[in-house]
């Protein structure tokens, strides 16, 4: 699996923990450190200066100040305290005190990855991920995140200045206590709904969750694995998928040309997946009950019963597409292929009491019982996870295949086969009829996973952030061609006309940079055209997303 | 002896004549095309064997289309038998992959072994899922 938004967080935590509790150190050691606290600060400081991560400019405005002021109380303990003698930086505590701002940067690199600015300026999707990231209740959890890093920053900081070391400059440590107060002052986003206190740990695992916007390498099922490992590989393959799927909200080509086969074998495997879920949900039904008393067990009842109509209609899906042919001949795989037989093998082993389990006749095995199923809560919740992967990501494979479908009838490339092997077969209409099959199994694919969201979010499963992943808003293309700087293009254009080379039209240059900072930063104040040479934009835009402006 | 393994078996021996492999192509067509019928009628009894029959369905459906696609070797007009039993698949399947890949060696039309080639494999696989014994 591929690294995740969260361990970079919690690389972070870790480090950062660690220089809370020291008690003495030598002063030279302390201002090493005071450097590394300023280059964290300097990380968490260009979290707050993307207005996309923050959810609401007063949150913004005042995390914003507040890092900066720290960035400067920072940089006043290192020079006073420049050049002590002793071995300074390196001590290990400078070193993962650096490291943690080495994890955050990394991490938003992570989550730049989501995200794509054109030429236009425009910032667009790149993920499935990208709508939920710019929730306001995803914005409220990594705000959330980051004021608990801060918190810990501060503790460090104020441990630092407490040290007995009489070396240590009475300034530095001055300064250090000052860093604590103001870091130790970064508000988290404001919860003012009770909704918005109760969705915050799913979100945070949400965050936690995310991986960067590339598709993460295929795990063919092979040997037998635990129910951990099983659980992990299912989410991977359905994470897979989700990218394979996903399409940009202003156009996409899912599925590539080979439509009819494509949908046909998808529509086969996913009956299996979805006939595979259903003992597993009523196992897991019978198993909340003795292990969670509560909603679960009733919800998880409810989710089996819903996905016993799934699986019908995709089956009936499957059999209608199977008497029908495209009008040119494509012969390229279906694209989610592997990853559904590696989804399929996997579900197959969690469900059936044989590790090796694969579709194979010669592999059958008998379903395991409630109890092999899920020894144990933390087992019920990986089962429940993987389940829950599946069936979102057949609920999103339904949706996909469904437009698909819709476009490639509408345009005649799909025909009912007459050639003289089909003759006995012909079933007038059923080319019209697909579209509709198909709607009707989106639908149940998705009353399913609605099913699942309730028991996955109760009973704290790992993948109850796909409740909220699905209910984010999908940008429209009317939303994507607002003019929606990307913060980091807008800053340099604008210090782009304030510091180029003057020419007659300087006026209107001045004039413009007003206009585009007033658009792109409402409220805030318009840096100078004074301002010091060493902040002057290079002469081409910055490829990297984070700006560099920090005392 | 099914009535379809008896139209592999003449098929086979018929290779060689002129219409041969016109002949191969209709007659794998529609034993596909049985496979997958029988597939899906017989995948409700036996719920641990639904995912076999399922995938089945699939593969048969996709190896008869392959044939459909093929260049010269059009598929014949052969009237549907009743639905084959799924213990008789495997065995029509392995039969299956045998005169497909004959044919697929004599094919002069690339685009034809090219077919007869992706039609064998839809018929290996449906072996390898309905094998008792996973040989």
């Given at each position: 699996m591929t690294a995740t938004f969260g361990e970079f967080l919690d690389r972070a935590a870790s480090c950062l923990s660690g220089a809370a509790g020291v008690r003495d150190l030598p002063s030279s050691t302390v201002i090493a450190s005071a450097v590394q606290l300023r280059r964290f600060t300097t990380a968490v400081s260009r979290y707050v200066a993307d207005p996309r991560t923050f959810p609401a400019p007063a949150e913004a405005t005042t995390a914003g100040v507040r890092l900066y002021q720290a960035a400067g109380s920072l940089r006043r303990a290192a020079e006073a305290g420049a050049g002590l003698p002793g071995p300074g930086a390196a001590h290990p505590l400078p070193q993962r005190i650096g490291n943690a701002a080495s994890a955050l940067t990394a991490g938003l690199d992570l989550l730049a990855t989501h995200f794509t600015t054109g030429n236009d300026g425009v910032t667009r999707p790149r993920s499935h991920w990208a709508a939920t990231l710019a929730t306001p209740p995803a914005r409220t959890a990594l705000l959330a995140e980051l004021s608990d890093l801060a918190v810990l920053a501060a503790s460090a900081c104020r441990a630092l200045g407490q040290v007995p070391s009489p070396a240590l400059p009475r300034a530095s440590r001055d300064a250090l206590l000052a860093a604590s107060s103001q870091l130790a002052s970064i508000p988290p986003a404001s919860r003012e709904h009770h909704d918005q206190r109760n969705a915050e740990p799913v979100y945070r695992q949400l965050l936690h969750a995310v991986p960067a916007a590339m598709l993460p390498p295929r795990e063919p099922a092979g040997a037998p694995e635990g129910l951990a490992d099983l659980s992990e590989a299912v989410s991977l393959s359905a994470e897979r998928m989700r990218s394979l799927i996903w399409q940009p909200p202003d156009g996409g080509t899912w599925?590539?040309?080979?439509?009819l086969m494509t949908w046909r074998w998808s529509a086969h495997a996913a009956a299996i997946a979805s006939h595979i879920s259903e003992p597993i949900l009523t196992g897991l039904a019978e198993r909340a009950r003795q292990l969670m008393p509560g909603p679960a067990g009733p919800a998880l009842s409810h989710a089996a019963i819903a996905m016993g109509t799934s699986w019908n209609a995709w089956r009936h899906v499957a059999s209608a597409s199977a008497m029908l042919s495209d009008t040119v001949a494509w012969n390229i795989p279906p694209p989610v292929r592997d990853d559904l037989t590696d989804l399929i093998d996997r579900l197959g082993r969690i469900a059936y009491a044989n590790p090796a389990w694969t579709p194979a006749a010669s592999q059958r095995a008998p379903l395991k019982s409630p109890a092999e199923l899920a020894p144990g809560p933390d087992e019920l919740r990986m089962v429940l996870a993987a389940v829950h992967h599946t069936a979102d990501t057949l609920t999103r494979l339904a949706a996909a295949d469904l437009a698909a479908v819709q476009a490639a009838v509408g345009t005649g490339k799909i025909r009912q086969d007459t050639s003289p092997a089909y003759s006995s077969l012909s079933m007038p209409g059923r080319v019209s009829e697909l579209p509709r099959l198909y709607e009707l199994t989106r639908d149940a694919a998705n009353r399913v996973t609605e099913a699942i969201d309730l028991p996955a979010i109760t009973t704290s499963a790992p993948s109850s952030y796909l409740a909220v992943m699905r209910s984010a808003p999908v940008p429209s293309q009317a939303s994507t061609s607002e003019p929606a700087l990307d913060p980091d293009l807008a800053r340099f254009r604008v210090l782009d006309e304030l510091y180029a080379p003057r020419n007659p039209d300087q006026v209107d240059r001045a004039s413009k940079a007003a206009s585009l900072w007033r658009a792109s930063f409402p409220g805030r104040p318009m840096p100078s055209a004074e301002a010091s040479p060493a902040r002057r934009p290079r002469a081409t835009p910055p490829q990297a997303r984070h700006p560099r402006a920090i005392p | 002896m099914t009535k379809y393994e008896d139209l592999l078996r003449d098929a086979m021996s018929g290779l060689a004549r002129p219409d041969g492999l016109t002949t191969a192509a209709g007659v794998a067509a529609s034993v596909f095309e049985a496979i997958r019928t029988g597939a899906e009628v017989y995948v409700d009894t036996d719920p641990g064997l639904f995912a076999a029959l399922m995938l089945t369905a699939a593969e048969a459906a996709d190896g008869r289309d392959a044939l459909a696609r093929a260049g010269t070797p059009r598929p014949a007009a052969l009237a549907p038998g009743p639905p084959l039993a799924p213990d008789r698949l495997a065995g029509l399947a392995r039969a299956l992959t045998g005169l497909l890949a004959a044919a697929s060696g004599r094919a002069d039309d690339p685009a034809d072994a090219a077919a007869c080639e992706r039609a064998a494999a839809c018929a290996d696989r449906i072996h390898a899922l309905l094998a008792r014994d996973g040989s």
């Open positions: 599925p590539p040309p080979p439509t | -």
